[in-house]
Each structure stands twice: as C-alpha cells, then as structure tokens.
C-alpha cells in the first residue's frame, strides 16, 4: 500500500472508531492529486506528510486543488501533463477562504510591498545595497514576484514569503508567512513566534516586549494548558491564562469574530513620528478593550489605556514635535539641507523616532517596562538632550546663526517647563534632596 494511502486508512478508520466524521477522507482525494502524489510521494515525501497533518488533508483538498493554475496565466507553467502554478496566492486561497482574503487584502500587511519610496526604502536602496534590500527589507515586506520568459520566477524576487508580497497574479500578500505550508495550521499561527519573525528588533520590539511582559511569561509557563490545537479559540472561553500576539490582533472573543485586518483594533498609529489617532479610532479602541475584558475587569482596562494615551503625548508633545519643527526650521533657514540623511541632525531625528520612540510606543502599548524606559524614553530623552540640541547649536554656529539657536531655545525649551531644567539647571533644593536620600538610604557619600 502507498504510503499516504495507508495514513488515509489509518485515519479513516480512526475516525470511524470516534465517530467524530461518517465520510472517509479517502474517497474524498482527487484523481488529479493522486497522480500528483504518484511522483512527489518520491520526489518531496516530508511536503506531503506536512500536508497530511493538514485540515486541508481531511477536507480531501490536495494538491490540485491548490496549484492548478489556468493556461494563459503569468505563472502558468506545463507540468507532466497538468498545468499548475508553484504560487498559491491569496487570490487562489480566496476561491474557498473569502472572508480571510478580504480581510487580508483590506490590512496593512497586504500594503506592506509598497515600501520603495519612503524613507526607510531610500536608505535600503541609497545607503545599503540592492542585495541587502532582497535579503532584508524584503524577506518581511514582499518582493514584487517577476516572472521570467521561460516560465520561472527571477531569483532575485523568489523565494520570499514577504507579508505585504505582489504576486504574478496583481493579488498582494502572502498567508504563508502565517500559516506555513503544507500544514496551514491555525495552531501553528496563534503562536506569537508566527510574528516575531518580523515584529521584532530595534526599531519594531514588538516579540522582545511580549516576552519581558507578563502575559509573555505566563504563555511560557502555560502554553500546553492553552488549547491551541483546538477549532475554537475564544479567549476567556476556551483559554485565560494568556493572551498572544494573536489573541488581541487576530483572534476571536465572545463578543468579536476572527478578524485577518489586523489593524482593527489598533486606535493609535504607534510607528509615525509623531502618534497620531487611526480613523474611527473610537470604534477600534473599544474592540481591543473588548479583548481585555475578556480576562479583566473595566477599570484595570480603562487604567492601563490612560497610562498609554499619556505616555503616547508625553513622546509627542515633549520630544517629537519640538524635534521635528527645529529640523523644519533649520531647512527653512537654510542651516541644513531639506534631503533626508545627508546631514548629522537627520540621522538623530531618523533615530529618535524610528528607533527608540518606537520602542518607547511599542513598550508602553503591550506592558513592556524596559522598553517603555530604558530602550524607550530614557534613550529619546538623553539622544534629545545631549545629541540633538547640541547639534542644533553647533549647526547654527557653523551656519553663522547664532542668534537662531537662542531663538530656537527660547520657543521650543524655555516655554516649556518640563525642560526648564536643560537651561536652568536643577532645582537646588532637589538636589538637596537626592542627597539626603542617598545618604540615609545606604550611608552613602554623594557628589
Ligand atoms: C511525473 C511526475 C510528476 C507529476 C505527475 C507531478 N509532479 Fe510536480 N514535480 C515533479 C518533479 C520531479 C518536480 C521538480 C522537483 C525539483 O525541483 O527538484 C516537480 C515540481 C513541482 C512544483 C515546483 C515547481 C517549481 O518550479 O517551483 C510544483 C508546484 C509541483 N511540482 C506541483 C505538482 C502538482 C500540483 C501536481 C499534480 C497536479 C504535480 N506536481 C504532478 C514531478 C511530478
Ligand atoms: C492549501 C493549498 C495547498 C495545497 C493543498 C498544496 N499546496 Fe503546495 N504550496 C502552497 C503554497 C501557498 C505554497 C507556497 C508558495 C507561495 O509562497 O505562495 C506552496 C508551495 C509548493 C511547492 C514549492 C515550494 C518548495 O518548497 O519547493 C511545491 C513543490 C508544492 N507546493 C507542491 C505541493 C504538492 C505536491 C502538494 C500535494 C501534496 C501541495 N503542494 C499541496 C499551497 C498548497
Ligand atoms: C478548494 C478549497 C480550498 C482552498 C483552495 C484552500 N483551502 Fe484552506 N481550507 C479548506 C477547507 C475545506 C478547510 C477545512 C475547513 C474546516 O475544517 O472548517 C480549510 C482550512 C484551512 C485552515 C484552517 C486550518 C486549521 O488548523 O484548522 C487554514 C489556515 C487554511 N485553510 C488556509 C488556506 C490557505 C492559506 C490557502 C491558500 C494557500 C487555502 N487554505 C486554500 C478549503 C480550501
Ligand atoms: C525584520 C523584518 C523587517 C525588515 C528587515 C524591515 N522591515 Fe520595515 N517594517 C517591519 C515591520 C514589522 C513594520 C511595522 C512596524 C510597526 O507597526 O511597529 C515595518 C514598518 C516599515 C515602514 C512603515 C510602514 C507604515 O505604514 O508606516 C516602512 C516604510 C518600512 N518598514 C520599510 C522598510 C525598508 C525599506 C526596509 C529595508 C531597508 C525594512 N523596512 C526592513 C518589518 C521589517
Ligand atoms: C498575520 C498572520 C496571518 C496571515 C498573513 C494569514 N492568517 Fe489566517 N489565521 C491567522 C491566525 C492567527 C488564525 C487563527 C485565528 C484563531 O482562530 O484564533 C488564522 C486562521 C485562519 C483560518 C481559519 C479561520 C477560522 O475561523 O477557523 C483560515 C481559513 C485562514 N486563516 C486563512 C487565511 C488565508 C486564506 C490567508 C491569506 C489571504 C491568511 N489566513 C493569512 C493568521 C494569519
Ligand atoms: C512576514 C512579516 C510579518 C509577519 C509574519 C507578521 N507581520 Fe505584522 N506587519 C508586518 C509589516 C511589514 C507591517 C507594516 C505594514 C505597513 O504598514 O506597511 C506589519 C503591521 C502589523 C500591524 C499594524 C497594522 C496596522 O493597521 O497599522 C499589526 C497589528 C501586526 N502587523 C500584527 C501582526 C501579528 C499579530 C502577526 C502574527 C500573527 C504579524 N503581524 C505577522 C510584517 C509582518
Ligand atoms: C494583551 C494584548 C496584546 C498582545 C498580547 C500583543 N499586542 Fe500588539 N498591541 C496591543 C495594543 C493594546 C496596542 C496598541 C493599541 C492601540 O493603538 O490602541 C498594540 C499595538 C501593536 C502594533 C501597532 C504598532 C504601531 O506601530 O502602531 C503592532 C504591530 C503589534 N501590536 C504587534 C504585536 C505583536 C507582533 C505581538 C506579539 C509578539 C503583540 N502585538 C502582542 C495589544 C497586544
Ligand atoms: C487570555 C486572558 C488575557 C487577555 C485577553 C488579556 N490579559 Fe492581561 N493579563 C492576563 C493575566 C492572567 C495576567 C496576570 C495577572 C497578574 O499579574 O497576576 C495579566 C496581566 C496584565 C497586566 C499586568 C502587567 C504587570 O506587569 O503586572 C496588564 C497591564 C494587562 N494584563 C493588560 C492587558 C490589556 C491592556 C489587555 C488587552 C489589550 C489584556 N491584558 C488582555 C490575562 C489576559
């Protein structure tokens, strides 16, 4: 007996046994994808045993139902007498998953391509390389697939599993940098790891955050107790003892379906320059406080969102927008030029909001404390103080400008008392203080 139709027996007749479904799944394989079994059964024998671990396998969806591909199309390729294409694109999954794909389609990630002209996208490509782009930028964005005259894929598009990916189809994205092939698990996809391939690092900590948070330990330790091998997976039904990535973005609670836009619940946009409320933010908000309370009570919710909307405008109001109109008002002023990343002040101001004040966002909007402080504000806060200013000055002094910088402090620093101390210096009596505190705390000394 071949190998995968021996496992179709065995199944069958376990499922026989628990009652739990009447079809057997072998009558249920096409003709088409026996054949395709004949060969690759040889040929990719671990593809085909991911696949039968698959709900597709039970479902009898095989490998012709997902790869045929119609001749005359981009990709199409003549395949031992089948026409099939190697990418199964959104557009494909969506023939049976249409509320996924739309979703998908309609999220950010389905945008997350479109990176070429923007600021990140001219450092990719000016300040790195071509090459550092396709292994970098791209392995999480998406490529934009080419298809060569013969058939293949360029390689300098393809392999790629990019979130955002153009396919040869026009249809953006990709749902196996989730749900990897062949199993396309949900199990598999509700684990934070999913994300963290590319939610993570300097300027996005989104995995290291979790982790150092409290629901990231409590994942750790209950993980098995979590039921994520289960077809529902409602939090505060079916789990509680802690939330992942995509129990708050993805998942479902009593209340909300399973959504794949996984902006729908996000009522702040954390990665700008300066923060700014999404549209119809108020709808979003009360979503993800629907997530909590699946596990909280209101006034610990409605605590932990006034911590971060006051956290979000201390970065804006303090360091973000006095950063951002000195910088404008210095290319006004002709003492730097208005291009990105050709002068000292632009790579601090590119640092202070894409690094560590989105580490500082990210930390506070997902209980990471060392991310909020200490990779965070503490970073901004010091980066504004003892880089940025300082180079204000000394812009303005090789540009013969002195009278701007005094300017430029009177408006920006001087009128606002959270930084009185930068041209007053501290409070004597505070220092005082701090004396006597260290002194009756450890009987210590301090200069
Ligand atoms: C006669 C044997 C045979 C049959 C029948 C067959 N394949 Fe293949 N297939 C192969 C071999 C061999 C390869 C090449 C493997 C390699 O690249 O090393 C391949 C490659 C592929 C690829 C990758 C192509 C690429 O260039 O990336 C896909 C997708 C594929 N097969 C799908 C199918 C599907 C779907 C069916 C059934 C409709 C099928 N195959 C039927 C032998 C077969
Ligand atoms: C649910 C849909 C689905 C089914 C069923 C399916 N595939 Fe795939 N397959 C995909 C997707 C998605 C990819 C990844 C391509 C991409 O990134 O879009 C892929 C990739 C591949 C590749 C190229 C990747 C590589 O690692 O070389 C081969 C070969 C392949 N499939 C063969 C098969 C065979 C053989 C079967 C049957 C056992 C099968 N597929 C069943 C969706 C499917
Ligand atoms: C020909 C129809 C068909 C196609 C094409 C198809 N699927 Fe499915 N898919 C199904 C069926 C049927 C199920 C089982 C539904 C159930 O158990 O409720 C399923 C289940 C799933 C699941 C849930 C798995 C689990 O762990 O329960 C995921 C994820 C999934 N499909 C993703 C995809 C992706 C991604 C693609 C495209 C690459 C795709 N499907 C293409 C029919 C299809
Ligand atoms: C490790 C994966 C990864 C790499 C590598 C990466 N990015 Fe990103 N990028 C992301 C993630 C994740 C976000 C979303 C951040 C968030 O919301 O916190 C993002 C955000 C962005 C944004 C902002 C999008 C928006 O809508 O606001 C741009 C633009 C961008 N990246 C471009 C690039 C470019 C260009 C490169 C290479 C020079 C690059 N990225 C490298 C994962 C990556
Ligand atoms: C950002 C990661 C991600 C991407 C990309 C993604 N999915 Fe999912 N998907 C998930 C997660 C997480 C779940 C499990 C949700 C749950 O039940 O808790 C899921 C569940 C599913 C299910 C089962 C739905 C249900 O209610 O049981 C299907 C079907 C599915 N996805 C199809 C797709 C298709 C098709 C695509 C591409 C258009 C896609 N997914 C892209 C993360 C993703
Ligand atoms: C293959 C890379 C990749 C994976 C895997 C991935 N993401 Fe993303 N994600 C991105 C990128 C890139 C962006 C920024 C897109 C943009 O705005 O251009 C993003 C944006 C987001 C956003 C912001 C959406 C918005 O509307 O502003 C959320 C939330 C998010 N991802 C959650 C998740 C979750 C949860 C998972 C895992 C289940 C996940 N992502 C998996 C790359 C990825
Ligand atoms: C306990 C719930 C929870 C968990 C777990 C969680 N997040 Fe979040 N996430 C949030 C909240 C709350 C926000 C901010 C919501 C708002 O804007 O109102 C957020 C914001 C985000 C954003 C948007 C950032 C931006 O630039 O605007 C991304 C991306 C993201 N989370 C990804 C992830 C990833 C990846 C994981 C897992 C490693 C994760 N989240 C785990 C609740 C959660
Ligand atoms: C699946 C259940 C679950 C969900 C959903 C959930 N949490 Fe939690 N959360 C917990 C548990 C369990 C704890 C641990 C309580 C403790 O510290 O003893 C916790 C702890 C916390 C803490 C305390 C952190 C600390 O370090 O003391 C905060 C803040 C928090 N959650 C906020 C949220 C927010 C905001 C959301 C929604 C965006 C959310 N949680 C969603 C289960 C959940």
């Known amino acids: ?15 026989v046994l628990t009652g739990f479904l009447a079809v057997s799944a072998d009558a249920k394989i096409s003709a088409e994808t026996e054949q395709c079994l004949e060969c690759h059964a040889e040929r990719m024998p671990g593809l085909i045993e991911q696949w039968q671990y698959s709900t597709h396998w039970q479902a009898g969806i095989g490998c012709y139902e997902c790869h045929a591909a119609k001749k005359g199309e981009v990709d199409a390729l003549d395949h031992n007498g089948f026409v099939v294409a190697t990418i199964v694109s959104p557009r494909d ?25 923007t600021n990140d996208g001219l450092l990719g490509q000016t300040l790195g390389g071509e090459p550092a782009v396709a292994v970098g930028c791209r392995q999480c964005h998406g490529s934009i697939v080419k298809v060569l005259e013969d058939g293949s894929f360029d390689p300098a598009t393809w392999p790629n599993t990019g979130i955002g990916r153009v396919n040869p189809d026009g249809s953006k994205g990709t749902c196996s940098a989730c749900h990897t092939r062949h199993r396309f698990s949900k199990e598999q996809s509700r684990k934070p790891e999913v994300c963290g391939k590319c939610h993570l690092g300097p300027d996005h900590p989104q995995i290291e955050v979790y982790n150092e948070s409290k629901h990231g330990i409590l994942y750790r330790a209950f993980e098995d107790k979590l039921n994520m091998d289960k077809p529902k997976w409602v939090a505060g039904e079916d789990y509680y003892d802690a939330p992942t990535c995509s129990t708050c973005h993805i998942s479902a609670t009593p209340n909300l379906p399973v959504t794949h836009d996984v902006g729908t619940r996000l009522s702040w946009n954390l990665r700008a320059p300066i923060s700014a409320r999404t549209s119809d933010w108020e709808k979003k908000l009360s979503e993800m406080k629907d997530v909590c309370n699946s596990c909280h009570g209101d006034s610990f919710v409605s605590g932990f969102y006034r911590q971060l909307d006051e956290f979000v405008d201390l970065y804006n109001t303090k360091f973000a927008l006095p950063a951002r109109d000195i910088r404008a008002l210095l290319m006004d002023e002709g003492v730097i030029s208005k291009a990105n990343f050709d002068d000292k002040i632009d790579w601090i101001w590119w640092e202070l909001w894409h690094h560590e004040g989105r580490r500082a966002r990210h930390g506070a909007a997902m209980s990471g404390p060392d991310y909020a402080w200490w990779h965070g504000i503490y970073d901004v806060a010091k980066h504004f103080y003892t880089e940025y200013l300082p180079e204000v000055e000394e812009a303005c002094a090789k540009a013969g400008k002195h009278a701007l910088y005094d300017q430029i402090i009177a408006k920006y620093i001087d009128s606002d008392p959270r930084h009185a101390w930068y041209t007053q210096g501290f409070d004597p009596k505070k220092v005082e ?15």
Request: glycine share 4%; proline share 2%.
């Open 433 to 447: 203080a701090l004396k006597k505190y260290y002194k009756d705390r450890y009987d210590q000394k301090v200069d």
């Open 93 to 117: 999954c969506a023939k049976c998953h249409p509320k996924e794909s739309a979703e998908q389609e309609a999220s950010h990630h389905a945008k997350a391509g479109d990176i070429l002209n």
């Open 1 to 15: 007996m071949k190998k995968w139709a021996k496992c179709l027996y065995v199944f069958t007749g376990a499922l």
